[in-house]
């Protein structure tokens, strides 16, 4: 097992709102950004060619956000991305992200479907895919707000 997939970027200054901190419904593009990458190690080909050449996607179905400390612009933040659980079709990843003064600063869990861009189908999660994203298996410790996760969840 690898543990958590790392990820760093510099915030942008476009990123930023009225009072100087990160404007929050970009921390889910940073957590999308980060995710292209993971994808691009866990699957061994850029996320782009995922989509193109193999036809497979990663939509999200469900997210919880927990915003702890602002993020301001000049900060480089520092996301972890763990494999919390996979279904047969679907993920559950974890992102945990702060500024490298040790405090998480925000916190997401996202459930994605694995689809067939063709049909925008669920499809079955490969042995080949899940044998590489096991390597970032991390334990489950609920949601962001402390809430045990759903027996619904993947």
């Not at 699957?43 to 997210?63: D, N, T």
Request: glycine share 10%; charged share 25%.
């Amino acid at each position: 097992m690898d543990g958590p997939f790392r990820w760093q970027r510099p915030l942008a200054f476009g990123d930023v709102d009225w009072a100087g901190i990160l404007y929050y419904p970009r921390f889910l593009h940073y957590c999308h950004l980060a995710f292209e990458d993971f994808m691009g190690e866990v699957a061994g080909l850029s996320y782009a060619r995922f989509l193109g050449e193999l036809r497979r996607g990663f939509p999200a179905v469900r997210v919880e956000v927990d915003y702890r400390r602002p993020f301001r612009y000049g900060d480089v933040m520092t996301m972890e991305i763990g494999v919390l659980a996979i279904g047969d079709r679907s993920l559950r990843l974890r992102y945990r992200a702060g500024v490298g003064d040790g405090e998480i600063h925000a916190e997401a869990v996202i459930t994605t479907a694995l689809v067939d861009m063709d049909r925008f189908r669920s499809t079955p999660v490969t042995p080949e895919l899940r044998a590489a994203l096991e390597r970032h298996r991390v334990p489950d410790e609920g949601t962001p707000d402390g809430v045990p996760p759903s027996d619904a969840a993947p």
